[in-house]
T-cell receptor
Framework: GENVEQHPSTLSVQEGDSAVIKCTYS??????FPWYKQELGKRPQLIID?????GEKKDQRIAVTLNKTAKHFSLHITETQPEDSAVYFC????????????FGAGTILRVKS | NAGVTQTPKFQVLKTGQSMTLQCAQD?????MSWYRQDPGMGLRLIHY???????DQGEVPNGYNVSRSTTEDFPLRLLSAAPSQTSVYFC?????????????FGPGTRLTVT
């Protein structure tokens, strides 16, 4: 089955710097790659996603890149702010419905002001 | 819209007891899923459903049952609770959009098995 590895497990950056989180997946048939943000004690919320027919997607300060050949995808956050501090999860799905997600273990992002 | 709701918020069980975690959504979403979240392991899929009357197993289905008699409800049953089932349980719903397959998560149920 699918296996998703996520690095780093923790990341500390200074406010205003960029943060990059990387994930690799094992199943070449995976075709949908979302990123979720989870604040302490809260539910995960989607921040950006990408399908396998797209190489890059951007939404304001957040971007995701996908390299299908290498089977890895990355989350880029620019101009980080203290409210970006949270746990970020990547996931991959090969299902037609995109709901059979396999998640990475998560990255704790701390933005220091 | 209430979105995805889960009850109870907290639960303590003794080993061997059974219980049902409730999940409901009012967005008319076709797809519903149950995940468990353990420290350092992300979220793992337990069971999922692509519509009323249709369910299937995820990564970690052992010890859990589900049913989907209506579009709105997707309860998760623990048959005989074990300490290894101590976790936070999230229910999620989604639809097959044109661009995104966003999953909407409920607030979670924190379960402790002693």
């Amino acid at each position: 089955g699918e296996n998703v590895e996520q690095h780093p497990s923790t990341l500390s950056v200074q406010e205003g710097d960029s943060a990059v989180i990387k994930c690799t997946y094992s199943d070449s048939a995976s075709n949908y790659f979302p990123w979720y943000k989870q604040e302490l004690g809260k539910r995960p919320q989607l921040i950006i996603d990408i399908r396998s027919n797209v190489g890059e997607k951007k939404d304001q300060r957040i971007a995701v890149t996908l390299n299908k050949t290498a089977k890895h995808f990355s989350l880029h956050i620019t101009e980080t702010q203290p409210e970006d501090s949270a746990v970020y999860f990547c996931a991959a799905s090969r299902g037609e419905y995109g709901n059979k997600l396999v998640f990475g273990a998560g990255t704790i992002l701390r933005v220091k002001s | 819209n209430a979105g995805v709701t889960q009850t109870p918020k907290f639960q303590v069980l003794k080993t061997g007891q059974s219980m049902t975690l409730q999940c409901a959504q009012d967005m008319n979403h076709e797809y519903m899923s149950w995940y468990r979240q353990d420290p350092g392991m992300g979220l793992r899929l337990i069971h999922y459903s692509v519509g009323a009357g249709i369910t299937d197993q995820g990564e970690v289905p052992n010890g859990y049952n589900v049913s989907r008699s209506t579009t709105e409800d997707f309860p998760l049953r623990l048959l005989s609770a074990a300490p290894s089932q101590t976790s936070v349980y999230f229910c999620a719903s989604s639809y097959r959009g044109l661009i995104t397959y966003e999953q909407y998560f409920g607030p979670g149920t924190r379960l402790t098995v002693t």
